[in-house]
């Protein structure tokens, strides 16, 4: 990670939005494609996604239409999640595993009326790209929609305060995992209730020459809320990464990186009845296997330094390692997410995490979510 | 710091009790999954196991029958996961005695 330069927006593969906005921000190198780690600082931005409204750029999401007679079976054998039954306008998040088992993404799945949009995170987003041309039959066809539409994403405890200002009917008729095509000067856009971090979510897709227009008109809205004065900045990856695991919302680079589904304990996005997609037999063989390990997490108070990798105990014995670790600004405390064994895989109990220095630090394993989204308490009006 | 043993057996208390729930759950929701198909930390409501308001109240009976602890319909916090309600129980078991 860099601050941005000429150097790094030449390397990297950038949206027009992304290059103009890298100037102002540190970029992250996401598999090739660039990305705003930080514009402001990651614990100020934090603070907008908690408190206000965060406004993110996502145009390095991958965003694959796919389309023709054989649509819905296609991208059904490629998910982990029933799909066969899931309405037009709207979405749900699956798994798209290998024929190993392994996780390749998390994705967004969009049920449009003659098509679906698959919404893919940056780092993955060649490789999904890679995998459904080389499973794609003849009756489908793949456009990518990243050659012509950029995606923006808002979210916090006012952002449906926000996106009451693009769409032209009550905000709180969209459901959660919803999504409409609505006209936004003039050009059709897709407009989606879904977020990250717990907190009022939503994502609009916009044509390219649009993205930059939008992008400043979001960031100008201000409105008073009683004596908050609600704001709009951007918000990078570390700070929404941060807000995530904070919800336990799982991220391809975190629970995808070589776990299984058991170990990252991503079952939840998985259909239990469904058994034809790729990478079925491999998972059910995963799970069950014994002596196992999954993902718990877990807080830390003490200010030694903690790292990925760093072994987790239980009374002198190994029983696994640290695989996160942020700041948590709302927690005043570490938090992180540790593989272990099954056996003391749970919530409530006292371990010690022993840094590269050797010295002990006492972690608390904790129940998710380990912050409660301030949009839990806040109705929209 | 705790004993390897006290370790293990403080979390198959926990593990026991949050197995427990998972069955209520499948069980009062006539859910056809197996419950260990539940994790801990997923999300109970919306995208997670998918319930909504109506199945909250059914649980809010299903825990106060089972664990004889009371639920307020104003905390709905605490269907965040499985862990949240196991929390709950403990915690609330805990002042009650």
Not at chain 1, 72 to 80: I, M
Not at chain 1, 210 to 219: C, D, G
Not at chain 2, 30 to 59: H, K, N, V, W
Request: negative net charge; glycine residues 8%.
């Amino acid at each position: 990670m860099m601050k941005s330069g000429d150097h790094m927006i030449n390397v990297l593969n950038m949206s027009e939005l992304t290059k103009s906005l890298a100037e102002h921000g540190v970029l992250r190198d996401e598999s090739g494609y660039g990305v705003i780690a930080t514009f402001q600082g990651a614990e100020h931005e934090y603070h907008t996604l908690r408190n206000h409204v965060g406004l993110i750029d996502l145009s390095a999401s991958g965003l694959y239409l796919i389309s023709g007679g054989d649509f819905v079976e296609f991208v059904s054998s490629l998910l982990t999640k029933d799909i066969e039954f899931l309405d037009i306008e709207k979405t749900v998040t699956s798994l798209m595993l290998d024929e190993d088992g392994q996780i390749i993404d998390m994705v967004s799945v969009y049920r449009l009326e003659q098509a679906i949009l698959i919404e893919t995170s940056a780092a993955r987003r060649d490789q999904v790209g890679a995998w459904l041309a080389e499973r794609k039959s003849d009756g489908v066809e793949i456009e990518n929609w990243n050659a012509s539409r950029t995606m923006i994403g808002f979210e916090g405890p006012y952002a449906w305060k926000l996106a009451q200002t693009i769409v032209p009917f009550d905000i709180s008729s969209v459901p959660y995992q919803a999504f409409v095509e609505i006209e936004l000067e003039d050009e059709q856009i897709v407009f989606i209730r879904s977020g990250f971090t717990g907190e009022y979510g939503y994502k609009i897709i916009v044509p390219h020459h649009q993205a930059m227009s939008t992008w400043s008109q979001l960031k100008e809205w201000e409105e008073e809320e009683g004596e908050l004065e609600i704001k709009v900045e951007p918000v990078g990856l570390e700070a929404l990464e941060i807000a995530m695991l904070e919800v336990r919302q799982p991220r391809a680079q975190v629970e995808g990186n070589g776990l299984t589904v058991y170990e990252a304990a991503v079952q939840w996005f998985v259909s239990y009845h469904k058994e034809e997609y790729v990478g079925y037999n491999a998972l059910q063989q995963q799970l069950q296997q014994e002596n196992k390990q999954h993902l718990v997490g877990f807080t830390a108070v003490n200010t030694l330094t903690l790292e990925i990798g760093n072994a987790v105990m239980l009374s002198s014995n190994k029983v696994g390692h640290i695989v996160q670790i942020v700041y948590s600004p709302t927690l005043e405390k570490k938090l992180g997410l540790a593989l272990l064994d099954d056996a003391c895989a749970v919530s409530g109990i006292e371990l010690e995490g022993i840094n590269e220095a050797g010295e002990s630090v006492v972690l608390h394993t904790v129940s998710s979510p380990y912050v409660l989204p301030k949009s839990w308490s806040i109705k929209m009006i | 710091m705790n004993t390897y043993e006290a370790g293990f057996a403080q979390a198959a208390e926990r593990m026991a009790l949050t197995s427990k729930i998972k069955e209520i759950i499948v069980q009062r929701l006539d859910m056809d999954i197996d419950p260990a198909f539940i994790t801990d930390d997923q999300p109970i409501f919306g995208r997670g196991l998918g319930l909504d308001s109506i199945d909250a109240l059914e649980l809010l009976v299903a825990i106060e029958d089972e664990f004889g602890v009371t639920i307020f319909d104003d905390n709905m916090a605490v269907f965040g996961s499985v862990n949240k309600v196991a929390d709950y129980i403990v915690s609330n078991t805990k002042a009650a005695s």
